[in-house]
């Protein structure tokens, strides 16, 4: 079974972080709500507080499949800030794990170098936040490679259910897909 760890900071953006979980939890993903605030209470862009399930230091985030960064300020910024999760993306980058991004969040990716000659997406008007990378602006989710990205809360599902079908597989996100009654828009905002 595959394992996920998701990073929680104090204004974590609550739709982004919480769809994620869900879904990949729907798909039977085991996945990890880490906080890096040193308490397990964290407290969203929106302050709604949601327990999380470990701490980053007894998370052993190493071992994990993926690892996934929900946006919202200023937990994008102290995300950015946590060497030790600094380290561990640089390290999952060079061995090829999988790593996924959404909303301001892959600017933390673009500061590390981990999208240089990749397409990525983030949130709109932050382009210039993904050093080296191609900016896309017309896809809600972008994979290249070992790297998941995307553009904000109203991607949430479409995130998710890409990081599902790269865990688990087409079916698997069409189950989850089918389950929350979802019908994806051709239309981009």
Do not use: W
């Amino acid at each position: 079974m595959s394992r996920v760890c998701v990073f929680f900071a104090e204004g974590f953006e609550e739709v982004e972080a919480l769809t994620v979980v869900d879904l990949l939890r729907r798909a039977q993903i085991k996945t990890d709500m880490v906080s890096i605030s040193g308490e397990l209470f964290v407290t969203g862009r929106s302050g709604i507080t949601v327990k999380t399930d470990v701490l980053y230091d007894k998370a052993a985030p190493e071992s994990a499949d993926m690892l996934v960064l929900p946006g919202g300020m200023p937990g994008v910024r102290y995300l950015g800030e946590c060497g030790p999760l600094k380290e561990l993306l640089s390290r999952f980058h060079a061995e090829g794990k999988e790593l996924a991004a959404i909303c301001a969040a892959p600017m933390v990716f673009g500061k590390l170098g981990i999208v240089r000659g990749k397409r990525a997406a983030i949130y709109p008007g932050m382009e210039g936040e993904l050093i080296g990378a191609e900016a896309v602006v017309s896809e809600e989710v972008v994979r290249d490679g070992n790297v998941t990205t995307s553009r904000g809360a109203g991607t949430a599902i479409p995130f998710a259910l890409s990081l599902i079908e790269t865990l688990s597989g087409k079916e698997a996100a069409e189950n989850v897909k089918k389950g929350i009654v979802f019908r994806q828009s051709d239309v981009l905002y």
